[in-house]
């Protein structure tokens, strides 16, 4: 088998949950040596957490956690900080999604950091960028999508937002997290120097909204979206719409043609079955 295209780069995992692991996961599947630093205390909260079999670790650590190593360190201790000086200085990535401003309360700054492995690349997940007046809340999956604006855009348009039932605020961010930690590995073989790569939360979901950023650039200008069931009888407001499953792939609301249909009962029939639900849907907002 040939060797994995990371091999013998050594990650130190000091995240917890699932934004951070699911980051430093992958990094693992591509052959780094991870290295996860849990708490004396438990380790990372979700060993135990929502777990099928007792007195083992829960499906929800296991499955964001495969392939790596795991040593407990206190880092409050001065022995703790020790330990972690010595991984740093022989790492090649690490990456953490604590709360704001609780790796430099630990004596772990970016600057000390730097100091002690100037190679190092510091891959950080935070609930906003530093920019953000909110850049010091601690934010969850919830929150993510919210202020990301994904939110906003599912459900249906006579309901309330609603939540999607990916991780588009934990494991979205830490693919976009691995995103640049595999660039600033390529940019490190050209200058030799260690750089620190941050992807927030919100800033994960708004990327992934993309195409609705779009519509409200349309909507603005001409005042409707075609390709949502309100239109043409319906009213748009300023925002763009929840639209249920309406597609923007210029079919009328859910009504999506099967190939074939004219031809084969079995596709006609189910054609039929979505237009009449167009029809039940039509009726329902005025619409001829």
Not at 7 to 14: E, H, L, M
Not at 98 to 117: H, T, V, Y
Not at 232 to 241: I, L, W
């Amino acid at each position: 088998m040939s060797e994995l295209p990371l091999s013998g780069i050594k990650v130190i995992d000091f995240t917890g949950v699932q934004a951070g692991p699911a980051c430093t996961q992958m990094l693992a599947w591509f052959g780094a040596d991870v290295l996860k630093v849990e708490r004396t205390t438990g380790g990372d909260v979700t060993r135990n957490q929502l777990r099928d079999i007792p007195d083992v670790d829960a499906l929800y650590f296991t499955m964001l956690n495969s392939n790596k190593r795991s040593l407990a360190i206190n880092t409050k201790s001065p022995q703790g900080v020790e330990v972690m000086e010595k991984l740093i200085r022989q790492a090649d990535v690490l990456v953490e999604n604590f709360a704001p401003g609780a790796m430099d309360r630990m004596g772990l700054s970016w600057d000390k950091i730097q100091e002690w492995n100037p190679r190092l690349i510091f891959g950080s997940v935070k609930g906003f960028n530093d920019d953000s007046s909110w850049n010091d809340l601690k934010v969850y999956e919830n929150v993510a999508q919210c202020a990301g604006g994904n939110a906003s855009t599912t459900g249906f348009w006579d309901g309330p937002p609603t939540v999607a039932g990916g991780a588009l605020g934990d494991s979205n961010t830490g693919m976009h997290l691995l995103i640049g930690i595999l660039t600033a590995l390529i940019a490190r073989d050209k200058t030799g120097k260690g750089q620190k790569v941050s992807a927030s939360m919100q800033d994960s979901v708004l990327n992934l909204c993309r195409v609705k950023l779009r519509d409200q650039q349309r909507l603005e200008r001409v005042g409707y979206l075609e390709e949502y069931p309100q239109y043409p009888n319906g009213t748009f407001g300023d925002a763009v719409p929840r639209g249920g499953n309406a597609g923007g792939g210029g079919q009328p609301g859910w009504v999506v043609k099967c190939k074939g249909w004219e031809t084969d009962p079995n596709a006609y029939i189910y054609f039929t079955i979505q237009e009449q639900n167009w029809k039940r849907t039509a009726e329902a907002i005025g619409r001829p």
